[in-house]
Structure formats: structure tokens, C-alpha cells
């Protein structure tokens, strides 16, 4: 029976519950050095004056680094700007300050006590400018970024400005999604040890490979003078798959105070400095006839970016690819702000993206008396609606039936405000959920040892998500070892090379090369029990026989040993996609249906139930997979209801950057989550038949509470979060008061 797909348990769970799991901040050093960055309180300016007298009569001060005194660097600390790896960082080469948070000094000590003590006494002078932290006046510049992570800034086929003039039904409505934070469990951290020429960093990050390269060309040394170890990464979501400033900040610290040199963020420094979601206004207009077939499409999309780089939410994406329709325009424009250089955030584009389209489609349910569910049955899209290119795998249809009938989504009264229940207003919404499925290279290394058991690597990245877990699978399957038999490693750029690990392409790009590797071991063991009949073996759990003699069995070790004891080793190489090249779109879909409870005197909303079906290649492991939809829901509640990174709009200073003021759930918010999957082998997207699944989960789910909030209240909410403020009757927020009576 095959390993892959079966529940096991993490294999790195024992470490990680005993605490002997280390993250990228407990490696222990001879000699380690702490340092703290001190940032900037302003938001738009220059460094008039630094004083550092006090800070360096602290006990234990090692090192004050400003821009007066680090070293210089190639290209002034911009040779590897190459976004999304390479990102415009602040490595104290000038005294310009862009936003408030950056950083602008490191102070170097013998303990962190210390070096936070020292950190409070650096006293700056600025010569303050007016920073633009205003996104409505920002807007008025918005101007059409040279370039996205995927895609083009304009899409359009047909002619959708005609199509929508003459469509029988419109709907034209503005959704807007506010900034927001990552905030995973372990904050950036990263532990920087020169040995001569030589860099090691420990750091906390998606993308060890990216690291190394970045930090190399930034310090302007060979990339094989850099390693980078990272052999568990406590959540990344995005904002580690960066090299941000603080990891060539603890390497310069490092050299210049010749003794290992760590740098942790503390929570706050999580905002601004390492990224997060940018805000987005997004116009969208539906064109349909009176049968709800679309007719036309129009989505326009502004997002903020920060004044040192540009970066896109590319929140258009899903739009060119969710729906049939003749006649589509996308656009994406960009407004500056004096605010830190934003990033990719779980499921960019997509989650923001699918809150604006499928509440639009919810709205032009109601406006044409159709079904929602109806109506996204309707114009559901057999091909790709732009290139017309068949589905690798596309089981939609069947997520929705499924998903429906379980959450029972016939029995709804469709009328808002027709259900409640004793001083509540319930709700039913449902929306589509979708992520595009992408694949990167990837290497990997099996090595069958003389006692049968096997070694497997690749320089890949576990951010919590079972990457451990998945690959044993994957390669006891192609070994035919149990998978207490495999020892699976990653997170070492000694190890051969894997991409990074976002855009949920770990498992699809790396799960290849695994198997690619350990089949190559496994056909050169069968080669020596059995040379020229390889047809004839028969290889299960460490043993091998011949077909016409079931009886006379070998383990792998008997095979090794009569062979000389020697391992035996391969090396595989797994190609990623040429992106719109194949002759297949890939895509992931689901559908999600939750109900809400609105308290009709505080607007209080509730989610007591979601139901969602997905349909999402082979499942490697059914347990991590339903594990990593159940948490993409919850932070879809989160982004319909909670988050929100709140920004001062005189100094730029962000007020809510901690974890008591930037809300997220905790149990008591979250009500029953079922979920379930297709049954589905994508052999067409990759060799292993599975795609991403790390960020669909939180698409489609912020729109089916918007939806449900309406069907509950009769009160349409175009922005998120969606607070209680916005409920309440006769408030002043920004969507017109409704009564609840």
C-alpha cells in the first residue's frame, strides 16, 4: 500500500514537542554577540546627528554600527536588488531615512540585556521632510508598475468596455482591503559567524538558497563562501521568503566585531522593517445578461507600495482566470508611500483579489435573483478563459456540489435578513476559492546505506507545513522502505538546491526530485539482486524477490553486502514549469460556505460554521492537508474580521504593532471547520500529481463571510475588516446604516 496520501504523523513532531527542534535563534556559539537594531522615529528625512556616548558606556558594549562607521558595500548596499529575493534594504550606507521603523543603527553587546539597554540611549537628531502616508492623495500619482511576480500589470481580451455598456444588468461597486502583518509564531532571527573569509548564517527563512545569494552579492563575495542553515522555520507565510535587512546587518556586525553575531527581531520590529500585505482599492464591474452569463469584466486594482521599491498585489490575477466571459480588462496601478517595502502574504493577490470578485458576484446574484451558487455554476470556465488551454486537473464542479450539500445550502431563504435565531441574524454566504499552482527546480540526493536504511536531502525549507513529513513519503513510496526506515534532511545549503518555499510550490517542485532520486537508488539495488530482470523484482518494505520465487526474499541490507556493503547513490534534477508556456493552466480550486450570527444591538458577528470542498491534486498526506486548510480558513476569518496594521498618519509610526492591538483569533473565535478534497492525481502539473496547498485556504472565505454578513443584515460591507462598527445601526462608517429591527 502507498505511503503517500496515508495520515502518518510528523516525523519531526518528537523534536519539536520535546524542544529539541532548533529554530535559527537557539544555535549555540562560542563567543555569540547580541545585537538589537535601533530604527528610526520618523517618517521622511536625514540623520542630522547620531550620539552614541551614552549607549557605549553600557556595561558589555561590543559594537555601535550607524552609517557613519559601517562598512561600505558594493553598489551602496544595491548590487543584489533583484525583487522578490533581492529586496531594497537599509544597511546604513546613507543617512536618509524612508519610513518610520527603518533601521538606522545596530548596537552590539555581550548579552541582549545589555545591548537593549544601549539600544534606548542612541540618541538621533533628524531634519525632518513630509512623508506621504496618505493613500487617497497617494492614489492620485498611481502610475503602471514595469513589471509583477506574475503576469502583466494590464490583461484584456474582447472588448469589455462595450460589452458593459450594452449588458441588460451592471454592477460597478469599490472593495478595499486595509495593510496588514504577518505576525508567525517566531519573529526573524538570524546568527551570523565569519571563520576567515567564510559566512555562516542560521537564519529563520523560506529560502535558504535565496539568502545566500543575496547576502553574497550584497557583501560582494562568492556565493560558496556562504552558508546558510535553516532546519525549522516556526511559520513564514511570505515575509521570510525575503532577505531582509536584518540578515546582512548581523553579517556586517559579525565582521566587524570578529565573534558570531545575533540579531532577533522582537514583535514589533515584524512591522515595516520584513514586509507585509499592501492595502488595495480594486473596482470591479460585472456586465451579465438577464440568464446571469457574463458579459463582460472590469477589474481595476490600486495597491499601495513603499517609496524604495515598487511591489504589486496582484489582486487582478484570479479575475483573469475564475470565470467564462468573452470580454475581461485587469489592471494594476501603484501608489508610494513613505512606509516599509511590502510583500507577499499569504496567498498575495488572491485572497485580497477573490474578496473583491466574489463579492461582486454575490451582489450580481441578488441584482439578477439567481442563486450565488447558481450564478458561479453558470459561467463556470472549462478552459482557461484567456488562453483557452485545458485544465490539467479541474474539479470545481464537484467541490461546489459536495461542499453544498453538506453544509445544506438548499434549505437557505434567500431573502436578507429572513433568518435568526432568538437576538441573532444568521447568515449564509458562499464564495469561490482558488491558487495558481506553479512549479520551481529542484535537486534532491537518496543514499541506501549498507543497514537498508536510507538518507534523503534537499536544500528546501520546512515552515511548519510537514515538508519533513511529505518528503519521507514520497521517497519510501519510490524506495518501497518504510518510512521509519528514511531519514529525510533539509535546510542546509550544502544540500543540493531547492527554490524557495512560497507560492505554495514546495511539495510540487521538490516532491519530483525526491522521487526521481530514490527510484534511480532503488532501480540500481534492483540492478545488483537481480542484473538484466528488473521486470521480474518485486521491491516492499526493505525486501526484494523475484515474482516466480516469492518465497526467496532479500532485504536491502543482504542485497548491499553481498555486493560489497558499499551505499549506494543518486542525485535528481526536477525541472519547474516555463511559466505560460505548457500546454495546460494550472490552477487550484475550492468552494467555501460559512454562516455568520450578528448580535442585532452590538453587531457582533460570529462564525460558527465553514464547510469547504477543495480540489487540489493528490494529497501527499491527508492529515498535514486538511491541517493546512483548516489554518488558511482561520486566517480568512481573521482577514474578513480582525486584521488590520493601523498607520499614524502624521509620522507614519505603525500604533497597533504587537500582538494585543493587532488582532487575530484565538479558539473561542473560531466554530466548527469541515473540510473535505476531491479525490484527484494531477500527473499532468508534475510527476507526484499534487499542487500547492498552503494558501487556498484563505482565499474565497473573507467574501463568503462579506456575503454572509449581507444575506444576515441586509447591509453590503465593501471593505475589510468588516467590524462591528460597520453593523450597528445609525453608525457613521463608511456603508449606508441599515436597521436590524
Not at 432 to 445: F, K, Q, W
Not at 548 to 559: I, K, L, Q
Not at 628 to 654: K, N, P, Y
Request: charged share 20%; net charge neutral.
Amino acid at each position: 500500500m502507498s505511503v503517500v496520501t496515508q495520515p502518518i504523523d510528523r516525523t519531526d513532531g518528537p523534536l519539536k514537542v520535546t524542544g529539541e527542534a532548533r529554530y535559527a535563534a537557539e544555535f549555540q556559539l562560542p563567543r555569540l554577540a547580541h545585537a538589537v537594531m535601533v530604527q528610526s522615529t520618523i517618517g521622511k528625512g536625514t540623520i542630522s546627528a547620531l550620539d552614541t556616548a551614552a549607549a557605549h558606556k553600557v556595561p558589555g558594549v561590543l559594537l555601535i554600527l550607524t552609517h557613519e562607521n559601517a562598512q561600505k558595500l558594493p553598489q551602496g548596499g544595491k548590487a543584489a536588488i533583484k525583487p522578490p529575493a533581492g529586496r531594497t534594504l537599509s544597511l546604513l550606507q546613507d543617512n536618509v531615512v524612508h519610513y518610520n521603523g527603518q533601521p538606522i543603527a545596530v548596537v552590539l553587546a555581550d548579552t541582549f540585556e545589555h545591548a537593549m539597554a544601549a539600544a534606548e540611549l542612541v540618541k538621533v537628531r533628524y531634519r525632518e521632510e513630509r512623508p506621504e502616508l496618505d493613500f487617497e492623495r497617494a492614489k492620485s500619482a498611481a502610475y503602471r508598475p514595469k513589471q509583477m511576480p506574475q503576469g502583466e500589470p494590464d490583461v484584456a481580451w474582447g472588448d469589455a468596455g462595450t460589452a458593459l455598456a450594452a449588458a441588460p444588468v451592471r454592477v460597478e461597486q469599490v472593495y478595499t482591503t486595509p495593510m496588514e502583518t504577518h505576525n508567525p509564531m517566531e519573529p526573524h532571527a538570524t546568527i551570523a559567524a565569519w571563520d576567515g573569509d567564510r559566512l555562516t548564517l542560521y537564519d529563520s527563512t523560506q529560502y535558504i538558497s535565496g539568502v545566500r545569494d543575496t547576502v553574497a552579492k550584497t557583501l560582494g563575495i562568492p556565493p560558496e563562501r556562504v552558508r546558510v542553515v535553516s532546519p525549522f522555520v516556526g511559520g513564514g507565510f511570505g515575509c521570510k521568503g525575503s532577505t531582509w535587512s536584518h540578515v546582512v546587518l548581523a553579517a556586517m556586525a559579525a565582521q566587524q566585531a570578529k565573534r558570531p553575531v545575533k540579531i532577533s527581531l522582537a514583535r514589533p520590529q515584524m512591522f515595516g522593517p520584513v514586509g507585509g500585505r499592501p492595502q488595495t482599492e480594486q473596482r470591479v464591474v460585472l456586465g451579465a445578461g438577464r440568464d446571469g452569463k457574463l458579459l463582460a469584466i472590469r477589474h481595476d486594482v490600486i495597491s499601495h507600495t513603499s517609496v524604495m521599491e515598487d511591489f504589486v498585489e496582484p489582486s487582478s490575477m484570479p479575475t483573469r482566470q475564475l470565470y467564462a466571459c468573452a470580454n475581461v480588462a485587469t489592471s494594476q496601478r501603484l501608489a508610494k508611500l513613505n512606509v516599509g517595502v511590502p510583500t507577499f502574504q499569504r496567498a498575495p493577490g488572491e485572497s485580497s483579489g477573490t474578496f473583491a470578485l466574489e463579492s461582486a458576484m454575490d451582489e450580481l446574484a441578488y441584482a439578477l435573483n439567481i442563486d450565488p451558487l447558481m450564478l458561479r455554476l453558470i459561467n463556470y470556465a472549462e478552459a482557461d478563459p484567456h488562453t483557452g488551454k485545458p485544465w490539467s486537473s479541474k474539479l470545481l464542479r464537484q467541490c461546489y456540489e459536495d461542499a453544498a450539500a453538506r453544509f445544506g445550502w438548499g434549505k437557505r431563504n434567500d431573502k436578507p435578513r429572513s433568518m435568526r435565531d432568538a437576538h441573532a441574524r444568521i447568515g449564509w454566504g458562499m464564495a469561490t476559492a482558488t491558487y495558481p499552482a506553479h512549479r520551481r527546480p529542484a535537486d534532491a540526493m537518496a543514499r541506501l546505506l549498507p543497514d537498508g536504511t536510507a538518507l534523503v536531502r534537499s536544500g528546501t525549507q520546512d515552515l511548519g507545513t510537514g515538508t519533513y513529513t511529505v518528503m519521507t513519503q514520497v521517497a519510501a513510496d519510490a524506495l518501497a522502505l518504510p518510512p521509519e526506515r528514511i531519514d529525510f534532511e533539509l535546510g542546509d545549503t550544502l544540500m543540493p538546491p531547492a527554490g524557495v518555499s512560497g507560492g505554495s510550490t514546495t511539495v510540487a517542485s521538490v516532491g519530483p526530485a525526491v522521487k526521481a532520486a530514490c527510484e534511480e537508488v532503488r532501480a540500481k539495488l534492483v540492478e545488483l539482486y537481480a542484473p538484466g530482470r528488473a521486470q521480474d523484482v518485486v521491491a516492499e518494505n526493505g525486501w526484494l524477490w523475484l515474482k516466480s520465487e516469492p518465497s526467496r526474499r532479500e532485504s536491502y541490507a543482504a542485497v548491499l553486502a553481498h555486493a560489497g556493503g558499499a551505499p549506494l547513490e543518486a542525485q535528481a534534477h526536477a525541472e519547474g514549469e516555463e511559466r505560460d508556456k505548457g500546454p495546460y493552466a494550472t490552477r487550484s480550486f475550492g468552494a467555501v460556505f460559512c454562516e455568520v450570527r450578528v448580535d442585532e444591538d452590538l453587531g457582533r458577528i460570529s462564525v460558527p460554521r465553514i464547510v469547504a470542498a477543495y480540489s487540489v491534486g493528490r494529497l501527499m498526506n491527508a492529515k498535514l492537508a486538511r491541517s493546512q486548510l483548516i489554518g488558511g480558513l482561520v486566517w480568512g476569518v481573521s482577514m474578513a474580521l480582525m486584521e488590520q496594521t493601523h498607520v499614524d498618519a502624521r509620522d507614519g509610526r505603525i500604533v497597533n504593532a504587537n500582538l494585543a492591538e493587532y488582532h487575530v483569533p484565538v479558539n473561542a473565535d473560531i466554530g466548527t471547520i469541515d473540510v473535505s478534497f476531491c479525490d484527484e492525481n494531477d500527473t499532468r502539473f508534475n510527476p507526484v500529481g499534487a499542487r500547492g496547498i498552503g494558501e487556498i485556504g484563505i482565499t474565497g472565505i473573507p467574501a463568503a463571510i462579506a456575503n454572509a454578513v449581507y444575506h444576515a443584515t441586509g447591509r453590503r460591507v465593501r471593505k475589510l475588516p468588516i467590524l462591528l462598527d460597520d453593523l450597528l445601526p445609525g453608525s457613521l462608517a463608511r456603508n449606508s446604516p441599515v436597521r436590524f429591527s
